[in-house]
């Protein structure tokens, strides 16, 4: 066995001192499923995700503390700004991001992107006004550009059968985050009025009731950083002889049997013009719209009065309901979509979640009228529901965005993809906020009154991302088609 493992790694050239050399190697030798490298990706994802949506269930008490809306109706448009703040920031900044880690490594990104989570997560619980807020925000996005490049990683150090298990972790840990980080901050926010005796009016936690969710995020980023220093580098780095490397690749491209053709409509120049890359790009914009509004509208939907249609939830309770989202989508993530996947292909799964968002959605504003025990069970169920038909969407295009280009440029390509996802998810926000407070201004409307409007919008936006997944607008790259039909 080992005779056949040494003439294994004898039939590739490889170069002593490049990170990624010894990846491929320790690739050729490994067999079985790498639990240890999933657990990495799982955390480091889950570390960026937080944040960005942990500050929704408080968001609007936040805004509400800083005094700058005028009328109760008021603050969810400041609430949209601040959502929005985050994304816009991220959306300046990913492809450049992309292209550092392109050039000198994942890791060094990664390590960047956590660190900002650990600086600027925990200065915004310690924002006294509204611009404050926006800063941190603004510059978390900024400097947390990791999400693609850890994709791009994700690929490159799992052997080729486990590539759509470690694109999916990624998409499990993201999904995760979202619906843990505001579970997070609903349990944790203004903990002197929910935590007395522990936490009392005159102490850090009771000067700051928004603080002790974020300190919470932060401390688990810094585990998680130190944790990455020893994570792997995967990007090769060949300074010595670069083209021996670049004919290494050529050759096995052409062992695979991607022609010519192939190999153009993945050059460094062409990025924008590999249409199986850019088509799912856009659709991943679409539906990261649609996630992120409804992120955003769901927390304020559910804390805000009866009077204006929302179910008067305390922060407390939204983070309840979150939570039991939560651990449902990593039930399903690990047990049931890996064969809806295998069985359907992540085109299909993503139609069908997309439809089954859609009859849910319609349902929401009828849910207000509930209450007790059956609001209880009803929001939770659809919640559970809603978060699994999303995460579902998300994990298919993300297999297809990373087999639409080759690995030399992963980092750049998810770079695109993050810049034009959080410059929709920038819009989310701020679209959803804007929304839901011009809806709340007309309950008494003849046509769609209150949230009737604030859900129908949302379907909108829902049915265009699952008309884009048709042909000839979503294209797959020529090697996808033999496995999946469309």
């Given amino acids: 066995m080992a005779e056949e493992y040494k003439q294994t790694l004898l039939k590739k050239e490889y170069y002593e001192n490049c990170p990624g050399c010894k990846v491929d190697q320790l690739k050729e030798l490994r067999r079985g499923t790498p639990l240890r490298e999933l657990f990495s990706i799982w955390v480091i994802v889950l570390c960026t995700a937080l944040p960005i949506s942990s500050l929704f269930p408080f968001l609007y008490f936040m805004i509400k503390d800083f005094g700058i809306a005028k009328r109760e109706e008021d603050i969810g448009f400041y609430a949209g700004y601040v959502g929005s703040s985050f994304m816009l920031g991220r959306a300046l900044t ?11 490594g994942r890791k060094p990104v990664i390590i960047m992107g956590t660190t900002a989570v650990v600086i600027f997560n ?24 990791l999400l693609g490049p850890i994709k791009a990683y994700a690929v490159e150090i799992f052997r080729e059968e486990h590539h759509a298990l470690g694109l999916s972790t990624v998409s499990t840990a993201w999904g995760i985050g979202l619906i843990i980080g505001p579970a997070l901050g609903g349990f944790l926010a203004q903990p002197a009025e929910k935590y007395p005796n522990l936490f009392p ?44 490397y670049d004919a290494m690749e050529t050759a096995s491209a052409v062992s695979k049997g991607e022609g010519e053709e192939e190999k153009k409509s993945t050059s460094e120049d062409s990025l924008i013009k590999n249409w199986p890359l850019m088509s799912s790009i856009i659709v991943y914009c679409v539906f990261s719209l649609h996630d992120m509004a409804y992120t955003e509208i769901f927390s304020l939907w559910a ?3 009866r009077k204006f249609g929302g179910l008067s939830y ?26 809806l996947e295998r069985l359907l292909g992540p085109i299909k799964v993503a139609r069908i979640a997309g439809v089954l968002s859609i009859l849910l959605l319609t349902g929401y504003p ?15 169920f659809a919640s559970i529901l809603k978060n699994l038909l999303s995460v579902s969407i998300i994990t298919g295009l993300f297999i297809l965005q990373n087999k639409a280009v080759d690995q030399h440029q992963r980092g750049a390509a998810n770079g695109i993809a993050m810049t034009g996802m959080s410059l929709f998810k920038a819009a989310g926000p701020a679209g959803g906020g804007a929304i839901f407070s011009w809806a709340q201004k007309r309950l008494h409307a003849s046509f769609l009154p209150g949230n009737h409007m604030v859900f129908f919008i949302l379907n909108v936006v829902e049915a265009l991302g699952v008309l884009l997944t048709f042909k000839p607008f979503l294209a797959q790259r020529q090697e996808q088609k033999k496995t999946e039909l469309s």
């Fill in 314 to 339: 305390t922060t407390e309770a939204v983070g309840e309901v979150l939570a039991v989202s939560g651990f449902s989508l990593l039930v399903f993530q690990l047990s049931l979509y890996p064969h």
């Fill in 366 to 380: 009828f849910i207000a009228f509930l209450s007790g025990i059956g609001l209880s069970v009803l929001i939770n």
């Fill in 94 to 104: 990913s492809v450049f991001w992309g292209i550092v880690s392109d050039r000198y």
């Fill in 122 to 145: 925990t200065l915004f619980g310690l924002s006294v006004n509204f611009w404050m807020a926006i800063a941190t925000r603004f510059l978390l996005g900024s400097l947390n550009g």
């Fill in 201 to 244: 009016k005159d102490s850090l936690f009771g000067r700051f009731p928004y603080f002790l969710p974020c300190c919470a995020i932060s401390l688990f980023a810094l585990a998680v950083t130190i944790a990455t220093c020893w994570l792997p580098e995967s990007l090769h780095m060949h300074h010595e002889n670069g083209d021996k």
């Fill in 303 to 305: 804390v805000s009065p």
